[in-house]
């Protein structure tokens, strides 16, 4: 018998990352249950082990409890259920027979719940009552969710996937992106995800195509499924017809030659038609990726995130720890500048080793330096490492998602406290750092004038100043249609910000993902800003669309810019107007 060859499926999500790749799939389903490792456990590590559990079934107690408070009591039918299923929680024979296997065959929580799941079911399934059958499901359900806890508690190991394959997963943390090893995977999408998530960020760094958003990919894709990932047009097609994958085949080749062809012209200056000189600076996330801003011809590291190196470790680094990293950093740039940002957790940089804070809004929540201010010791061991690190470089200091002036208030003073103690503990330093805050919040955009009395320059932050103007998660496909960077209301914001600079004589520099994107950049021009830093990759393309713009041209219409009132307008407006130079872009639809 010939086996049907599956039809060729077409997703629509959103482009988390340009760029195309063919390969087979390699799902990582984070909900699904088919995950499930075998391990041993050490003696010594069972109790520890059978807590694990115990916090695990806990927690879905507790969110079960919440969901049956949640329901309306009419459904009596529903609630029985739902009460049936409270009870197996500590169900002697799932809860005790659970811990037990842990303990007598030393192995995983996980592992020892599928075995004892699996006999219960099998028990079951062989007496001949219905009702004690349609308890199997109860069971199943009950162990499914202590189950999706276990595994949530753990990372997916991306790190040791070793095929070339392209990863299809409910959702990427950045943390896990992070891990992905460019040798081996080709590309990734996700269910989840919005438009200028960290995670895409992650992505567009590896210079990897990802598509997020898309719902239905986990659901629609097997494994070694043929897939074709068209990160620029934000689609992929799940198992191609030859014609689709002959097509693809050809724009896989003119986006590498074109890729290829911009980036030999990376250390040409940026310096515009009519003589205007540009600073075009990388984002990076690690300290390894200097290799890659330096090869795309950055001239600083405009924003180093460091969050990545708290997440990778698991815990909070020590003064020492950083230390050796920023000065390597700053070491490796020399005299170009290091623009070190504090700790921004939390929002949708989740932070796997602390105890989690239940957030309904994670991105309303206690992230950046909310977060730094509630836990000054850890604050002020980053500040006192980075101010020992700018003894050996070019190195500023910026912190994140400031909203008001008290904010700014207590972090001068936290500063002063870090140069006291440094000075008494005779450490070599330096204390004459220029100090920025991002302004990524309306409410310091409001506030600007003010704060830039106060401070040496502005970072624009533009991916969370429109995520906050806008009202939109930047992880929601739902809302990934109001992510507008050439909405009025947010180039408002942006000339508010620069204009209040102006006037008070410090710098500024954006280092949104707005930066990076061409659309954007006849705009910021225009406004006036002459720091621009952006993901490595980006980095190409932008030099030579400024070596070929006319700065006076882009002055001019950014007057005229406000003359449109709608996103639809201004793109059609930036398009007429620079069609000449805009790079050019194939999409599918
Ligand atoms: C921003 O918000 O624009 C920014 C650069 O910071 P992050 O993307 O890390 O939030
Ligand atoms: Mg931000």
């Known amino acids: 018998m010939t086996q049907e060859k599956p039809r060729e499926m077409v997703l629509k999500g959103i482009s988390g990352s340009p760029g195309i790749c063919i390969g087979k799939a390699y799902v990582v389903d984070r909900e699904g249950v088919n995950i499930i490792e075998r391990y041993p456990v050490s003696t010594a590590m069972l109790a520890k082990e ?6 695990a079934v806990a927690k879905a107690k507790k969110e079960h409890a919440r969901v049956i408070k949640a329901l309306d009591k009419d459904v009596s039918g529903t609630l029985n259920i739902l009460e049936t299923h409270m009870a197996l ?5 799932l809860y005790g027979r659970t811990i037990e296997t842990i303990q007598n065959e030393k192995i995983n929580a996980e592992w020892a719940l599928r075995k004892v799941s699996r006999q219960i079911k099998l028990m079951f399934q062989q ?4 009702y004690l059958q349609s308890r199997v499901n109860d069971i199943i359900q009950v162990s499914d969710k202590i189950m999706a806890n276990l595994l949530g508690a753990r990372d997916i190991k991306i790190a040791d996937i070793n095929k070339r394959v392209i990863i299809v997963a409910h959702d990427l943390s950045p943390a896990d992106a992070s891990q992905i090893q460019l040798e081996r995977i080709k590309g990734f999408v996700t269910d989840r995800g919005g438009k200028d998530s960290h995670t895409g960020i992650v992505a567009k760094s590896l210079k990897i195509p990802s598509v997020f958003g898309l719902a239905r990919a986990t659901a629609s894709i097997n494994n070694d499924d043929i897939l074709i990932v068209d990160g620029s047009s934000g689609l992929i097609i799940i198992n191609p017809e030859e014609e689709t994958l002959f097509r693809y085949e050809e724009r896989l080749a003119r986006f590498e030659a074109y890729r290829a062809d911009i980036e030999r012209e990376s250390h040409l200056p940026a310096i515009t038609r009519d003589g205007v000189s540009l600073n075009l600076m990388a984002n990076i996330e690690l300290v390894e990726e200097v290799v890659s801003a330096k090869d795309n011809g950055a001239a600083g590291i405009g924003l180093f995130r460091t969050e990545f190196l708290y997440l990778d470790l698991k815990r909070f680094p020590t003064e020492e720890e950083m230390l050796v990293k920023y000065k390597e950093l700053a070491e490796l740039m020399n005299p170009q500048p290091v623009t070190i940002r504090t700790l921004d957790i939390n929002g949708d940089k989740f932070n796997p080793f602390i105890d989690p804070v239940e ?3 994670p991105a309303l929540g206690l992230r950046a330096v909310r977060f730094c201010l509630e836990n000054t010791a850890i604050f002020k061991t980053q500040i ?4 020992r690190a700018a003894a ?7 912190i994140p998602m400031i909203s008001c002036m008290e904010e700014l208030i207590q972090v001068k003073a936290l500063v002063s406290q870090a140069v006291v103690e440094l000075e008494r ?3 070599v330093f330096n204390k004459d750092v220029p100090l920025g805050i991002m302004i990524e919040v309306p409410s310091a955009v409001l506030m600007a004038d003010e704060l830039a009395g106060q401070v040496d320059f502005f970072s624009i932050g533009t991916n969370d100043l429109i995520q906050y103007s806008m009202a939109i998660d930047r992880r929601n496909r739902r809302v990934a249609h109001l992510y507008q960077g050439l909405n009025p209301a947010v180039l408002k914001m942006i000339k508010m910000t620069f204009d209040a600079a102006q006037r008070n004589h410090i710098d500024v520099i954006m280092c949104g993902e707005m930066a990076g994107d061409p659309i954007n950049i006849p705009a910021l021009l225009g406004f006036g800003i002459r720091n621009l830093s952006m993901n490595a990759a980006s980095i190409p393309v932008i030099k030579k669309m400024i070596r070929e713009i006319n700065m006076e041209k882009a002055r001019q219409f950014s007057d005229r810019l406000f003359q449109f009132t709608t996103v639809q307008e201004i793109t059609g ?3 007429e107007e620079f069609n000449d130079i805009l790079p050019y872009r194939e999409t599918e639809d």
């Not at 006192?384 to 101010?387: D, E, M, N, P």
């Open 127 to 130: 007496v001949d009552d219905p």
């Open 50 to 55: 059978i807590d694990r559990f115990k916090h």
């Open 89 to 93: 929680f500590k169900d002697k024979m």
């Open 392 to 398: 050996f470089g070019n190195i500023k200091l910026l």
């Open 359 to 361: 957030e309904a809004n």
């Open 573 to 575: 407006f930036v398009q």
């Open 384 to 387: 006192k490492a980075i101010l």
């Open 425 to 427: 503990d005779h450490k």
